[in-house]
């Protein structure tokens, strides 16, 4: 059984960063693609980052672009999520996604294509 567990999550200042980690226990094809999302109160959940083996691929929603960067450490079993020049918009609960069948880029960035999901860590941006 796969689980995913997330942390790093915290209150900051806009402008600020954080790095969330996604540490995975059991088995899990490291090949094939994860996921960062987010869901803000009375919003649905978002994904906003990929990254796939096959290629190297990455893949980032316009709104984190240039300011967000993932990636992962099989070896450690972990998944990262840098963020860069935080804002306010960016509040919200963040889970961390695997188990697709993809394995090439760009990887999917909505929620039905994963079977398993972390419990979510907060990050709260304030202004």
């Known amino acids: 059984q796969v689980q995913l567990v997330e942390s790093g999550g915290d209150s900051v200042q806009a402008g600020g960063s954080l790095r969330l980690s996604c540490t995975v226990s059991?088995?899990?094809?490291?090949?094939?693609?994860m996921s960062w999302f987010r869901e803000a109160p009375g919003k649905e959940r978002e994904g906003i980052t990929s990254?796939?083996?096959?290629?190297?691929?990455?893949h980032y929603v316009a709104s984190v672009r240039g300011r967000f960067t993932i990636s992962r450490d099989s070896a450690k079993k972990t998944l990262f999520l840098q963020m860069n020049n935080l804002e306010v918009d960016d509040s919200g609960m963040y889970y961390c996604?695997?188990?697709?069948?993809?394995?090439?880029?760009?990887?999917?960035?909505?929620?039905?294509?994963?079977?398993?999901w972390g419990q979510g860590t907060q990050v709260t941006v304030s202004s």
């Open positions: 996604a695997a188990g697709t069948d993809r394995a090439y880029g760009p990887g999917p960035l909505v929620t039905t294509e994963y079977k398993y």
């Open positions: 059991g088995d899990l094809d490291w090949h094939h693609c």
């Open positions: 990254i796939c083996s096959f290629g190297q691929t990455t």
